[in-house]
C-alpha cells in the first residue's frame, strides 16, 4: 500500500518564527489532507489538497502530485500551534486514508 | 449540529470482554470511518462504510465488527478484547462517498487489562 512519511518528526519554535513541515508519499494521490491534533487529542481538518496551493490565515499548503510531496507552511507561530501535525493520502482509485507518523510541534512563548 | 459524538470516552475493559464504542453524525454523512491511534504510529483505519448496509476492511480489521444499519450510526464491536486493543478510537465522517475532508470525534481511550 501506499506510504506516508513526515519530516521532521520533532520540531521546537520561538513564538513568532515560521516552519515548514513536509509530507512524502509513494504512490499517486486523489485526495491529501492536513491535520492538527491539538494537546487535548481533538482532531481538526486543516486542508483538503490533492493538488495546488491552499491558504488559511497563518496556514497554508501545497501539494505537488507529480513530485509525490506536500507540504504545511505556518507563519508567526503562536503557542496554540503546538500540537502533532499529520498528514493523510488516499491512493488513486482507493478509498481508504493511510496517515502518516507526524510531526510534534512545541512552540515556546 | 454536534458533529461527530462518540461513547464513552474512556473504557477500560478485562481480557476477554466484549463491548461496543458508539459513533453517530448528525450531518448526513456517507462516509463513516473509524482509525486506532497508537503512540508513535500516526492513525490507522480500523473498518470503514461508505454508506447504510456497507462496510469494508481497513488495515487494522482483525478483532473488531462493524455494521451500519443507518446513516447516522457507525458501532465499532470488539468481541473478546485482547490487550494489544488498548489504544484510543477515533471515529470520523465525510460528506462523500469516500474520505474527503474527514471530521472527527473526540476519542474513546480504551485500556485492557
Known amino acids: 500500500g501506499i506510504q506516508v512519511e513526515q519530516s521532521p518528526p520533532d520540531l521546537i519554535l520561538q513564538e513568532g518564527a515560521n516552519s515548514t513541515l513536509r509530507c512524502n508519499f509513494s504512490d499517486s494521490v486523489n485526495n491529501l489532507q492536513w491535520f492538527h491534533q491539538n494537546p487535548w487529542g481533538q482532531l481538526i481538518n486543516l486542508f483538503y489538497?490533492?493538488?495546488g496551493t491552499k491558504q488559511n490565515g497563518r496556514l497554508s499548503a501545497t501539494t505537488v502530485a507529480t513530485e509525490r510531496y506536500s507540504l504545511l507552511y505556518i507563519s508567526s507561530s503562536q503557542t496554540t500551534d503546538s500540537g502533532v501535525y499529520f498528514c493523510a493520502a488516499v491512493v488513486a482509485q482507493g478509498n481508504k486514508l493511510v496517515f502518516g507518523a507526524g510531526t510534534i510541534l512545541r512552540v515556546k512563548s | 449540529n454536534a458533529g461527530v459524538t462518540q461513547t464513552p470516552k474512556f473504557q477500560v475493559l478485562k481480557t476477554g470482554q466484549s463491548m461496543t464504542l458508539q459513533c453517530a453524525q448528525d450531518?448526513?454523512?456517507?462516509?463513516m470511518s473509524w482509525y486506532r491511534q497508537d503512540p508513535g504510529m500516526g492513525l490507522r483505519l480500523i473498518h470503514y462504510?461508505?454508506?447504510?448496509?456497507?462496510?469494508d476492511q481497513g488495515e487494522v480489521p482483525n478483532g473488531y465488527n462493524v455494521s451500519r444499519s443507518t446513516t447516522e450510526d457507525f458501532p465499532l464491536r470488539l468481541l473478546s478484547a485482547a490487550p494489544s486493543q488498548t489504544s484510543v478510537y477515533f471515529c470520523?465522517?465525510?460528506?462523500?462517498?469516500?474520505?474527503?475532508?474527514?471530521?472527527f470525534g473526540p476519542g474513546t481511550r480504551l485500556t485492557v487489562l
Open positions: 462504510s461508505v454508506g447504510a448496509g456497507i462496510t
Open positions: 489538497i490533492p493538488s
Open positions: 450531518m448526513n454523512h456517507e462516509y
Open positions: 470520523a465522517s465525510s460528506r462523500d462517498l469516500a474520505p474527503n475532508e474527514q471530521f
